[in-house]
């Protein structure tokens, strides 16, 4: 069983900054999972914006965040973070992190989201 916590989202102008954190919680190994980043803008599909092996410390982003965002880990407080810079109004959405095992492709468990609003 694994629990993720997000927090960190809120109101911010367009051209600022916010970060996300994902607490994980887990009886296996922080480093037996990859980390992926979620967002859903009102009636919009799930999109995939990024995403860490944390045990490697590989990451993918989608090219709509590529440069703009940055996801990291701290391994010693099993977290993961979503550095958002440069937001624009079309990033406006709730966000969810989410785990998968490394070896599994979907992701089988997932943060309550974090709504943020870019305001322009």
């Known amino acids: 069983e694994v629990q993720l916590v997000e927090s960190g989202g809120g109101l911010v102008q367009a051209g600022g900054s916010l970060r996300l954190s994902c607490a994980v919680s887990t009886f296996t190994s922080f480093d037996d999972y990859a980390i992926g980043w979620f967002r859903q803008a009102p009636g919009k599909g799930r999109e995939q914006v990024s995403c860490i092996n944390v045990a490697e410390g590989s990451t993918y982003y989608a090219d709509s965040v590529r440069g703009r965002f940055t996801t990291s880990s701290n391994n010693a407080k099993n977290t993961v973070y979503l550095q958002m810079n440069s937001l624009k109004p079309e990033d406006t959405a709730v966000y969810y992190c989410?785990?998968?095992?490394?070896?599994?492709?979907?992701?089988?468990?997932w943060g309550q989201g974090a709504q943020v609003t870019v305001s322009s």
């Open positions: 989410a785990a998968r095992g490394q070896a599994v492709l979907k992701y089988e468990y």
